[in-house]
T-cell receptor
Framework: EDQVTQSPEALRLQEGESSSLNCSYTVSGLRGLFWYRQDPGKGPEFLFTLYSAGEEKEKERLKATLTKKESFLHITAPKPEDSATYLCAVRLISSGSARQLTFGSGTQLTVLP | DTAVSQTPKYLVTQMGNDKSIKCEQNLGHDTMYWYKQDSKKFLKIMFSYNNKELIINETVPNRFSPKSPDKAHLNLHINSLELGDSAVYFC??????????????FGPGTRLTVL
């Protein structure tokens, strides 16, 4: 069965304290892996797409990496405004024209000033 | 210049009622989706529409009926609401492209509370 697991469930960091969020996946065929940010009361906001092992993408303090089994979202010197829930999702080759995403349960990040 | 919009944002109703949630996207995308987010923040696909045609219906009760009057709109009608339908419902859209996984853009969500 296809599975996406995120860890930790919750993470509290001091401002400036770098860390990483993990997304491990067990899927039959990966079309792409996505990272989203979700603020309370809002819809998920797209951050990155990764397609193949070894790929990396960066945006401000965030850097996403991908291996054959997992993805990491590295947060360098976070600020309080980085506090949000970070969601990982995969699109499977088997999804075909439906193109639906399979989501993990998210990591709730809190950055304290 | 909202990309994906939903109405209403909040919906409070009694068990047994019928209600609708509307979604519109101005991105020119061909594919639209409905997702359900439960109290544990887990997002799960309900429906996928491509060019007004239903592609998938993921183990969703018959009480849920999506309707796509045109490519830019995907509405969700729910009959005989139950307590377990309480959740946040998100609409999303994406544009297929060859060889790409194609990111999805989400609306702000509709929080449905069934009393």
């Amino acid at each position: 069965e296809d599975q996406v697991t995120q860890s930790p469930e919750a993470l509290r960091l001091q401002e400036g304290e770098s860390s990483s969020l993990n997304c491990s996946y067990t899927v039959s065929g990966l079309r792409g892996l996505f990272w989203y940010r979700q603020d309370p009361g809002k819809g998920p906001e797209f951050l990155f797409t990764l397609y193949s092992a070894g790929e990396e993408k960066e945006k401000e303090r965030l850097k996403a990496t991908l291996t054959k089994k997992e993805s990491f979202l590295h947060i360098t010197a976070p600020k309080p405004e980085d506090s949000a829930t970070y969601l990982c999702a995969v699109r499977l080759i088997s999804s075909g024209s439906a193109r639906q995403l399979t989501f993990g349960s998210g990591t709730q990040l809190t950055v304290l000033p | 210049d909202t990309a994906v919009s939903q109405t209403p944002k909040y919906l409070v109703t009694q068990m047994g009622n019928d209600k609708s949630i509307k979604c519109e996207q101005n991105l020119g995308h061909d594919t639209m989706y409905w997702y359900k987010q439960d109290s544990k923040k887990f997002l799960k696909i309900m429906f996928s529409y491509n060019n007004k045609e239903l592609i998938i219906n993921e183990t969703v009760p018959n009480r849920f009926s999506p309707k796509s009057p045109d490519k830019a709109h995907l509405n969700l009608h729910i009959n005989s609401l139950e307590l377990g339908d309480s959740a946040v419902y998100f609409c999303a859209s994406s544009q297929p492209g060859q060889g790409k996984a194609n990111e999805q853009f989400f609306g702000p969500g509709t929080r449905l509370t069934v009393l």
